[in-house]
C-alpha cells in the first residue's frame, strides 16, 4: 500500500510541504539557528525515507515538480533589488566593490583550496558558489557541471557558520561600520546570514539583503572565467 | 493583475532568460538572465511592482520551500561525497569569515576614500 502511495507524484508534494511547515514550527518554538525550517525539513525527509526504505527515486517524481520553480523564484529576486533601489543607489561603489571582491575571494579561494586538497571537478563546480543564495548556486553550479543536491549542501553550511558566528566576526576583525558589517555578512553568508544582519540593525539587514543578489550576479559572471 | 496574470508575467521573463541563455555563446544560468531581465524591467518602470508583487511576495516569503527536494538529492549522493566529507566542510567553514572580512575592508575602504573626496569637494 505504502510503496503505490509513494511512487504517485503527489507523495513527494505532500512529504515536502509537511516537512517544511514542520521545520518552520520547530524554528517558531526554538528561535535557534540551527533549528532552520530547511535543514529540519531535509533531515526529517531523509529519516523518513530511510525508515520505511521508500527510494530516493520516488521521492523525486514529486521534488522534481516543486524543482521546476527554482527559474521563477530566482527571477523575483529582481524585486527585493527594485525595493532596496534607494539605499543601493546610494551606496553604490561600496556595494559594487564589496561584492566583486568579496566574490571573487569566495570563488577562487573555494577553487584554490579543492586543487589543494585534490578535490574533483564536479564536487569543485558543485561548491564554488557556496556563498552565494541556494537559487544563484544551484544554477550556476549546474551549468559548469556541479551538482544541485551538493551545491545547495555548501551553500547551507557556509550559510550556518554566517548565521552563528558573523557577531563574533564583527568583534574579533573589528569591523564598526554598519553597512560593512551588513555587507560583509550579506557576501558570505547570503539569506541565512542576513536573518541574522536584521537583528544586529536595520542598516545591516538592508545592505546583507541587497549583497545576497549583486553577489549572485557577479558570481555567475565570474565563474565564467573558471 | 491577478495572479494568473502576474503568473504568467513571471514565466514569460524565465522563458526569455532561456532562450538568451540558449544563444549565449558561454554557461550563464538561465535563471539569473531572468533576474537582471526583471530587474531591468522593474527599473526602467516598463513593469510596475504591482503587475508581480502579489504573487512575487509569497514566493519570496516561502522561498526555503523551493529548496527541500534539491537539498534532499544529497542523500542520494552522499555516496559520492563521503570521501570528500572533511575537504567539504573545511572549505565551507574557513572561507566564510575569510570572506566576511574581505569584503568588510573593502567596503570600509571604498567608504573612506569617498567620504575623503566629498570632505576635499567641500573644502
Known amino acids: 500500500m505504502l510503496k503505490t502511495l509513494a511512487s504517485t507524484p503527489v507523495f513527494g508534494l505532500t512529504l515536502t510541504v509537511l516537512a517544511f511547515c514542520f521545520g518552520r514550527w520547530v524554528q517558531k518554538k526554538t528561535k535557534f539557528v540551527l533549528c532552520n525550517p530547511l535543514v529540519i525539513a531535509v533531515a526529517c525527509i531523509i529519516i523518513f525515507l530511510s525508515v520505511t526504505g521508500i527510494p530516493y527515486s520516488d521521492f523525486a517524481r514529486g521534488g522534481d515538480i516543486i524543482n521546476m520553480m527554482l527559474g521563477p523564484v530566482t527571477a523575483v529576486l529582481a524585486l527585493n533589488v527594485y525595493n532596496q533601489r534607494r539605499v543601493l543607489g546610494e551606496y553604490f561603489w561600496p556595494v559594487l566593490i564589496g561584492c566583486l571582491v568579496g566574490s571573487a575571494v569566495s570563488l577562487f579561494g573555494v577553487l584554490a583550496l579543492c586543487r589543494l586538497m585534490g578535490v574533483d571537478r564536479m564536487m569543485t563546480m558543485s561548491l564554488m558558489p557556496k556563498s552565494c543564495t541556494s537559487a544563484i548556486a544551484i544554477a550556476i553550479a549546474e551549468s559548469h557541471g556541479g551538482d544541485a543536491g551538493i551545491a545547495s549542501a555548501g551553500v547551507l553550511a557556509a550559510g550556518i557558520v554566517g548565521a552563528v558566528f558573523s557577531p563574533l566576526f564583527i568583534r574579533i576583525f573589528r569591523i564598526k561600520d554598519p553597512v560593512a558589517q551588513g555587507l560583509g555578512i550579506g557576501a558570505c553568508s547570503h539569506a541565512l546570514g542576513t536573518t541574522k544582519a536584521m537583528e544586529l540593525g536595520e542598516v545591516q539587514g538592508a545592505m546583507s539583503s541587497i549583497a545576497i543578489c549583486v553577489c549572485g550576479i557577479i558570481s555567475s559572471v565570474l565563474a565564467l572565467f573558471v | ?123
Not at chain 2, 542523500?75 to 569584503?103: E, N, Q, R, S
Request: proline share 6%.
Open chain 2, 1 to 123: 493583475m491577478n495572479v494568473v496574470a502576474q503568473a504568467a508575467l513571471i514565466f514569460g521573463v524565465c522563458l526569455a532568460g532561456e532562450a538568451i541563455a540558449a544563444i549565449l555563446p558561454v554557461n550563464f544560468p538561465a535563471s539569473v538572465i531572468a533576474l537582471i531581465l526583471l530587474t531591468i524591467l522593474l527599473m526602467t518602470r516598463v513593469v510596475k511592482p504591482r503587475h508581480i508583487e502579489g504573487l512575487s511576495n509569497v514566493m519570496l516569503a516561502n522561498m526555503a520551500l523551493v529548496f527541500v527536494p534539491v537539498c534532499t538529492s544529497v542523500m542520494d549522493k552522499f555516496v559520492y561525497i563521503k570521501p570528500y566529507l572533511l575537504p567539504f566542510l573545511l572549505i565551507c567553514v574557513a572561507t566564510t569569515p575569510v570572506v566576511f572580512l574581505v569584503t568588510a575592508w573593502t567596503v570600509q575602504l571604498v567608504l573612506k576614500l569617498q567620504r575623503r573626496k566629498g570632505a576635499k569637494d567641500h573644502a
